[in-house]
Each structure stands twice: as structure tokens, then as C-alpha cells.
């Protein structure tokens, strides 16, 4: 399990993020991969900044992460609520987007909007799949959690 559940229903998640290196040359030289470990997960993350900031671009970026926990988060609380509903998805893609703001106060995150694009078999209508996907929406916990603003933009079409 990748949390641990207290007695109240919490569910705490852990997390280990590692980074060895020296910053003595200064801000231009140090190195800035890291890895990043959430047991039990046995995948580990090797990261780096942005690589307008000196970051590796090969690798993936904090924001990156937000982005891909929001879209991925989207799309498991869909798929759920597809399947209670007996609706048939064939293919989900989400060509999701986040939008750094540097005006303004500190930099953040300033909007989310994820772009499913999503296949069902023939029956159920696009409104009541595009309700589904706003229910989704409701229940997607990274959402929730965010004091970024997050859009939902679906796109429904039917498998052949």
C-alpha cells in the first residue's frame, strides 16, 4: 500500500527526496538532479529543475509533476466513475498544460487545464459522459488540493 492508513480514516503518504552535491561555486554551477522516493513504490524518480533555471532537461521537473498528478488524478477518478456507471471507455489521452506565473507575488503554478480526450463504446450520450467527466473532476483528491485553478476540457468521441 502507498500510504498508511490511521484510525480516523487519514491516509498518510511518505516520500524521500535526496540531493548530494556542493553549491560552494555558486548559483550557476551546482548540480541540480535529485532523486525522488515514495516506498513502496520500487520506481524512483531522478529529477531536476527547470532547465531555464540549469536544470537537466532530460529529466522531469517539480512542475511537471504537478501537471502529470493533476492529469493522472483526473483520469483515474473518471475511469472509476465510468466503470460504476457501466460506460465502456476505450481510450483516454489528456494533452494537459500548466501555466507558470512569475507577475504577481511569488512564482506559481497559475492555471491547469487538462484536455482528455476520451473514447467510449456507442450508447451513453456526450452530455452525460461529459457529466461524468465533471463529476470526476469533484472527486480527483490532487485537484482538490490545489490552490491553482484546474479546467477540465473534454473531448468525447465513439470506438468504432
Given at each position: 500500500m502507498a500510504f498508511t492508513e490511521a484510525p480516523d480514516g487519514t491516509h498518510r503518504y511518505r516520500a524521500t527526496c535526496?540531493?548530494?552535491?556542493?553549491?560552494?561555486?555558486?548559483?550557476?554551477?551546482?548540480?541540480?538532479?535529485?532523486r525522488v522516493e515514495a516506498p513502496p513504490a520500487a520506481a524512483a524518480l531522478e529529477l531536476s529543475n527547470d532547465p531555464s533555471l540549469g536544470g537537466?532537461?532530460?529529466?522531469?521537473?517539480?512542475?511537471?509533476?504537478?501537471?502529470?498528478?493533476?492529469?493522472?488524478?483526473?483520469?483515474?477518478?473518471?475511469?472509476?466513475?465510468a466503470a460504476r456507471a457501466r460506460i465502456d471507455v476505450t481510450d483516454?489521452?489528456?494533452?494537459?498544460?500548466?501555466?507558470?506565473?512569475?507577475?504577481?507575488?511569488?512564482?506559481?503554478i497559475a492555471g491547469i487545464v487538462?484536455?482528455?480526450?476520451?473514447?467510449?463504446?456507442?450508447?451513453?450520450?456526450?452530455?452525460?459522459?461529459?457529466?461524468?467527466?465533471?463529476?470526476?473532476?469533484?472527486?480527483?483528491?490532487?485537484?482538490n488540493s490545489l490552490a491553482t485553478p484546474v479546467a477540465v476540457e473534454p473531448a468525447i468521441t465513439y470506438s468504432v
Open positions: 535526496t540531493w548530494s552535491g556542493s553549491t560552494g561555486a555558486g548559483y550557476d554551477a551546482y548540480e541540480r538532479a535529485h537537466d532537461a532530460s529529466r522531469l521537473d517539480p512542475e511537471q509533476l504537478v501537471l502529470a498528478a493533476a492529469s493522472s488524478c483526473q483520469l483515474l477518478s473518471f475511469l472509476a466513475i483516454y489521452r489528456d494533452d494537459a498544460e500548466a501555466v507558470m506565473s512569475h507577475d504577481e507575488g511569488p512564482a506559481r487538462l484536455r482528455p480526450q476520451i473514447t467510449v463504446a456507442p450508447g451513453p450520450s456526450v452530455p452525460r459522459v461529459e457529466r461524468l467527466v465533471h463529476l470526476a473532476h469533484g472527486e480527483c483528491y490532487v485537484a
